[in-house]
């Protein structure tokens, strides 16, 4: 006979289960679709995004996403950190997929660059300053970028309606022309 254990998200979201079951769950599977548990209309970015797609050689040890309510959230729990932050792009889920391998909700790479610099608020001038302050892969970049047209990348920058979103556009565009 397994025990079963009852373990807190957040709240009054819980997740139910023998005790042998999540431990597998922790163990061997993706823990990026609890993030959904924590908070319904949100998808995987920023930084998690970035990683989740190689472009950036530092692990990440907060789950952080994007979602759709105004204000900051942080959640601590037995299977992590995650953090939740405003972005203010309609339609909300532009350029974001349902990653079938392990069903969570993810911003492409370039939305997920996008967001960043409109959460950091800070102006990048050109590819290089993307590469010291995030040691981003400016080759993996590079062939991203190429899979979007000169308008797409301008008219998703209007999106946020920021200063630095314009300035990473233009720089991803002039830099990879």
Do not use: W
């Amino acid at each position: 006979f397994k025990r079963m254990l009852m373990v807190s998200l957040h709240g009054f979201v819980y997740i139910i289960g023998r005790e042998t079951y999540l431990i597998l769950f922790v163990n061997f599977f993706s823990i990026l679709p609890l993030k959904h548990y924590v908070e319904v209309y949100s998808y995987l970015s920023f930084e998690s995004a970035l990683s989740f797609y190689g472009l950036i050689p530092e692990a990440v040890y907060e789950t952080t996403s994007a979602c759709y309510q105004k204000k900051y959230k942080e959640y601590e729990t037995p299977f992590g950190f995650f953090s939740y932050a405003y972005i203010p792009v309609r339609p909300f889920f532009l350029d974001v997929e349902k990653n079938n391998e392990n069903q969570t909700m993810i911003a492409s790479a370039l939305r997920a660059l996008f967001d960043l610099v409109y959460l950091r608020k800070k102006s990048y001038l050109k590819l290089e300053d993307l590469d010291l302050d995030l040691r981003i892969d400016l080759e993996e970049l590079k062939t991203i970028v190429k899979n979007y047209s000169t308008k797409e990348i301008k008219e998703f920058s209007e999106c946020y309606k920021k200063e630095t979103t314009r300035n990473l556009a233009n720089v991803l565009i002039e830099g990879y022309e």
